[in-house]
């Protein structure tokens, strides 16, 4: 097994993922209405192409990218469009849907897969990775075919497949190398050449002994790699910095240093996509926490409301405090569990009020702790106050824009201060002056 040293900083936080590590995946049942978000992607909404009334097919174009940067969505199920109007969003404001209702009948649009897509050409399997509506699956959402045509003249050394899934709690990704290596694989060879990267690089923590074997067991030729397990392996600049040793420059991207990170649930849906014909219209979802009467792996349709998933792990034992989508360290909380489950959402995380509720905040004792476990060498205790006090220039100067949101900083925090709110404003307000027309 070839094992490699971890990156700087980062943190050891109780994993809490032993209720579904060995939960093999469950196919949920498509539900009667499905809604289905235009904003599943980073950029822009996709633009619908159906109206109000249309029967529709399975994986059918429903709505089309809208610019470079944004992603083609597909129906889930057969059916009818009921209504494209505002609904609930995971990112806790409202944002245009189709509404489908399911007829039940699973009728597929025509399906265009290969039975050897890696004998097409490079910009061939990167036009169908775009029309297949393939976004990073890990949470970033970024279009999966714009990562792999990076700028002209760039060299491109390493594809790189997180399967670190660091975040506590979600298993995910875990079952996905388990029972799909042969998906991830071929995935990875597509998006290899796609790319044109010279090598593929597949990293696996090393509390996922059972998926690193899976994949092993499959990959020829391709290193797959085991890291150890701390928070957040997974990040691309941190996984960059571990299996290859080069580092991504400051405010910079990773094919800078040579590199493109892709999720190992991006390269199942790749190879899906290109296989079997299939675009992007179900995703693996862990529904677990201590509420969670039956925690469990769920592949879904897009579209599902987060209370189905909930309703099929079994509701809730007690009371809940908070339901956080995503993972506990970068998700965000859930207010309204009708919003659909979208491409990007990995985990659904109940907590019970007792594990959720708001600490005291004390001021900083400036005992450096966020300091060193600051994975992007940042001083988190200055930019929160750069923060607090509305600096922004100052804030930009000390590398907020570097800051991965990871939240290690303020879960080491004594004082419990709220290193990342003020972080994730500052870089806010940074982004926004740098649009502004000067
Ligand atoms: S400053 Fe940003 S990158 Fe550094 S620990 Fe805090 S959240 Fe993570
Ligand atoms: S960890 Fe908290 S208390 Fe310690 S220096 Fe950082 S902000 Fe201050």
Same mark, same amino acid.
């Given at each position: ?26 196919? +949920? ?33 429903? *709505? ?84 792999? @045509? ?39 060879? +597509? ?5 044109? *990267? ?8 090393? @509390? ?54 892709? @999720? ?44 189905? +998933? ?8 007690? *009371? ?15 207010? @309204? ?19 959720? *509720? ?61 290193? +990342? ?18």
């Amino acid at each position: 097994m070839r094992r490699v040293k971890s990156f700087f900083g980062g943190i050891y936080p109780d994993d809490s993922k032993k209720s579904t590590a060995e939960a093999p995946i469950e196919v +949920l049942q498509a539900p009667q209405t499905l809604v289905v978000s235009l904003l599943q992607h980073a950029g822009g909404e996709a633009t619908p192409v159906v109206t109000k009334g249309d029967e529709i097919l399975k994986g059918q174009l429903l *709505a089309q990218a809208n610019g470079a940067v944004s992603a083609p969505i597909h129906s889930p199920v057969s059916g009818t469009v009921v209504a494209i109007e505002p609904r609930a969003h995971a990112c806790g404001s409202s944002v245009t849907a189709i509404v489908i209702e399911n007829n039940g009948e699973d009728n597929w649009v025509e399906k265009n897969g290969h039975p050897d897509p890696v004998q097409l050409d490079a910009a061939t399997i990167r036009q169908r990775i775009q029309e297949a509506g393939i976004v990073g699956m890990g949470g970033g959402g970024f279009p999966t075919a714009l990562k792999l @045509n990076p700028p002209k003249n760039t060299t491109i050394d390493y594809l790189i497949i997180n399967g670190c899934e660091c975040e506590p709690y979600l298993t995910a990704d875990h079952r996905l190398m388990v029972e799909y290596p042969e998906e991830i694989i071929l995935g990875a060879k +597509l998006m290899a050449k796609a790319s044109g *990267a010279k090598r593929i690089i597949i990293g696996v923590e090393d @509390n996922k002994p059972d998926a690193y074997e899976a994949l092993k067991g499959h990959a020829g030729a391709i290193d797959v790699v085991s890291l150890p397990t701390k928070y957040p392996e997974g990040g691309e600049k941190q996984l960059i910095q571990a299996l290859t040793g080069r580092e991504v420059p400051s405010s910079g991207l990773p094919f800078q240093a040579g590199a493109i990170v892709q @999720n190992v649930a991006t390269a199942w849906a790749v190879a899906k996509a290109l296989r079997d014909g299939e675009p992007s219209i179900t995703r693996v979802v862990t529904v677990t926490g201590k509420p969670v009467v039956e925690p469990k792996n769920l592949l879904v349709s897009i579209g599902t409301p987060i209370e189905n +998933l909930l309703e099929a792990a079994g509701g809730f034992n007690g *009371a809940v405090g908070k339901v956080v989508i995503g993972g506990p360290m970068m998700g965000g909380a859930q207010f @309204n569990l009708e919003a659909p489950i979208c491409k990007t959402l990995s985990g659904v995380v109940a907590f019970r009020e007792e594990e959720s *509720a708001t600490p005291a905040v004390l001021p900083c004792i400036k005992c450096a702790r966020c300091v060193d476990v600051c994975p992007a060498n940042l001083l988190p205790l200055r930019l929160e106050a750069f923060g607090m006090n509305e600096m922004w220039d100052e804030a930009q100067d000390y590398g907020a824009l570097d800051c991965i949101e990871c939240g290690c900083c303020t879960y080491i925090c004594p004082s419990k201060r709220p290193l +990342l709110q003020y972080i994730r404003l500052a870089k806010q307000e940074i982004i926004a002056k740098q649009k502004k027309p000067s």
